[in-house]
């Protein structure tokens, strides 16, 4: 995708210097956080295992090496780290094969970007055979590039993803504006030295410097991330 995107230093709007917007996909686009975890419920069920309420709020938003690794240890399941890493991604593949609601103000958010010739990347914890599904509902068009957790060394927490989103699109990770839900994007994007807005989906993320926190992406609009970059 042919994409033009602003030399450094350039403002794109009055007062900012917004470069690129880079957005998390489960939870923050797309409504799944509840998918994966029912998908793991389900598959550990399978296993002869029931998952404790309170460990949802541990795995999610996490690379699934960790969350699926924290699964088998806290059950104690006869299963490999690889072999529920295949049972989790078939399972929810089929799970999102049925629906897959958008998060409320994402496809107005994502159509206002790309008239606007924004830069923008999907940056996804989850791996390029989920992302691939994904975009079929979000719309490949709506961004120049994506960046999948299986395709980094070290995915969310660490900045490594939006740091390679960020060279990707051309643009300096100060003035860009990322979208999360988690606590562990959140990490991974100020560890970027992005400037970040939080959409809590399943546990509550408090406000901080160069974070801004909203009840939901209705409340995003391109006025709004161009505020948060400014000099």
Same mark, same amino acid.
Request: contains cysteine.
């Given at each position: 995708? /042919? #994409? #033009?995107?602003?030399?450094?230093?350039? @403002?794109?709007?009055?007062?900012?210097?917004?470069?690129?917007?880079?957005?998390?996909?489960?939870?923050?686009?797309?409504? /799944?956080?509840?998918?994966?975890?029912? !998908?793991? *419920?389900? *598959?550990?069920?399978?296993?002869?295992?029931?998952?404790?309420?309170?460990? &949802?709020? *541990?795995?999610?938003?996490?690379?699934?090496?960790? =969350?699926?690794?924290?699964? +088998?240890?806290?059950?104690?399941?006869? +299963?490999?780290?690889?072999?529920?890493? *295949?049972?989790?991604?078939?399972?929810? %593949?089929?799970?999102?094969?049925?629906?897959?609601?958008?998060?409320?103000?994402?496809? @107005?958010?994502?159509?206002?970007?790309?008239?606007?010739?924004?830069?923008?990347?999907? !940056?996804?914890?989850?791996? &390029? &055979?989920? +992302?691939? @599904?994904?975009?079929?509902?979000?719309?490949?068009?709506?961004?120049?590039?994506?960046?999948?957790?299986? %395709? $980094?060394? @070290?995915?969310?927490?660490?900045?490594?993803?939006?740091?390679?989103?960020?060279?990707?699109?051309?643009?300096?990770?100060? &003035?860009?504006? $990322?979208?999360?839900?988690?606590?562990?994007?959140?990490?991974?994007? %100020?560890?970027?030295?992005?400037?970040?807005?939080?959409?809590? =989906?399943?546990?509550?993320?408090?406000?901080?410097?160069?974070? #801004?926190? !909203?009840?939901?992406?209705?409340?995003?609009?391109?006025?709004?991330?161009?505020?948060?970059?400014?000099?």
């Amino acid at each position: 995708m /042919t #994409t #033009t995107i602003p030399a450094l230093g350039t @403002r794109t709007a009055e007062g900012s210097a917004l470069q690129a917007v880079l957005l998390d996909m489960d939870g923050t686009l797309v409504d /799944t956080e509840g998918f994966w975890w029912d !998908v793991e *419920v389900e *598959v550990f069920r399978s296993l002869g295992h029931t998952l404790d309420e309170s460990w &949802r709020h *541990v795995v999610v938003g996490g690379p699934m090496s960790r =969350s699926a690794g924290f699964l +088998i240890e806290a059950t104690g399941a006869d +299963i490999t780290l690889a072999e529920l890493s *295949v049972l989790l991604n078939d399972g929810f %593949e089929a799970m999102i094969g049925q629906a897959l609601p958008l998060m409320p103000g994402a496809a @107005r958010l994502l159509g206002e970007l790309a008239a606007h010739g924004v830069p923008t990347a999907l !940056v996804s914890a989850s791996h &390029r &055979r989920i +992302i691939d @599904r994904v975009l079929t509902s979000l719309g490949p068009q709506h961004f120049a590039l994506t960046v999948a957790g299986d %395709e $980094v060394e @070290r995915t969310k927490p660490f900045p490594d993803p939006y740091l390679l989103a960020a060279a990707g699109l051309g643009a300096d990770p100060g &003035r860009c504006a $990322v979208v999360e839900d988690t606590a562990t994007g959140v990490a991974a994007a %100020e560890a970027a030295g992005c400037h970040v807005v939080a959409v809590p =989906s399943v546990a509550p993320i408090a406000p901080a410097v160069r974070r #801004t926190v !909203v009840t939901s992406l209705e409340e995003v609009d391109l006025p709004f991330l161009h505020g948060l970059v400014t000099f």
